[in-house]
T-cell receptor, first 114, second 115 residues
Framework: RKEVEQDPGPFNVPEGATVAFNCTYS??????FFWYRQDCRKEPKLLMS???SGNEDGRFTAQLNRASQYISLLIRDSKLSDSATYLC???????????????FGKGTKLSVKP | SAVISQKPSRDICQRGTSLTIQCQVD?????MFWYRQQPGQSLTLIAT?????????ESGFVIDKFPISRPNLTFSTLTVSNMSPEDSSIYLC????????????FGSGTQLSVL
């Protein structure tokens, strides 16, 4: 089983739609979880951290399900500017441990159409 | 936050040659990280560069192929040596300015094509 798995998409949605992505991870001892956003031909940028209680930032909601070992990202009222690839990132080690424990998924591509 | 200047932004190179990528950060940081993103693949850590010590390489990456310099707390270089077409990729430097190595800021990347 791959360490961090994401549906590559693309998810093609109309403006104003609600869309959700899931990301599964293999190591049940994983401690920290993040969503990064990567625009086409650009560098990744941190979007949100994922806390056990969930995390909401405006139209974006991230949640963690430890029992099923997945995290999710929900985008409400999609905007054209939300079109990007969303990378799931999981720290499979302890905080402050080896940087190599930070595992990136391949990303889910979102395309928001007018 | 951190602002990272990475150059070159892209290059086309002949096999067997070497390319050095530079990263300059606008603040002092303890560690700098070098990643590779091959087409359709996830980001993969190449090495961690600490100032004043040798870089720490991940499995599958060796110093002879990817020598790294870290002369001070704001600058690092990654060299891709003796290039082959398999080295065609995007190379990214990154830092974690607040000390949490999970919350990364990335340079704009170097798109490398090897013919």
């Amino acid at each position: 089983r791959k360490e961090v798995e994401q549906d590559p998409g693309p998810f093609n949605v109309p403006e104003g739609a609600t869309v959700a992505f899931n990301c599964t991870y293999s190591n049940s001892a994983s401690q920290s979880f993040f969503w990064y956003r990567q625009d086409c031909r650009k560098e990744p940028k941190l979007l949100m951290s994922v806390y056990s209680s969930g995390n909401e930032d405006g139209r974006f909601t991230a949640q963690l399900n430890r029992a099923s070992q997945y995290i999710s990202l929900l985008i409400r009222d999609s905007k054209l500017s939300d079109s990007a690839t969303y990378l799931c990132v999981v720290n499979m080690g302890v905080y402050g441990g080896s940087q190599g424990n930070l595992i990136f998924g391949k990303g889910t591509k979102l395309s928001v159409k007018p | 936050s951190a602002v990272i200047s990475q150059k070159p932004s892209r290059d086309i190179c002949q096999r067997g040659t070497s390319l050095t990528i530079q990263c300059q950060v606008d603040s002092q940081v303890t560690m700098m990280f070098w990643y590779r993103q091959q087409p359709g693949q996830s980001l993969t850590l190449i090495a961690t560069a600490n100032q004043g010590s040798e870089a720490t390489y991940e499995s599958g990456f060796v110093i002879d192929k990817f020598p790294i310099s870290r002369p001070n707390l704001t600058f690092s270089t990654l060299t891709v040596s003796n290039m082959s077409p398999e080295d065609s990729s995007i190379y990214l430097c990154s830092v974690a300015p607040d000390g949490r190595n999970e919350k990364l800021f990335f340079g704009s990347g170097t798109q490398l094509s090897v013919l």
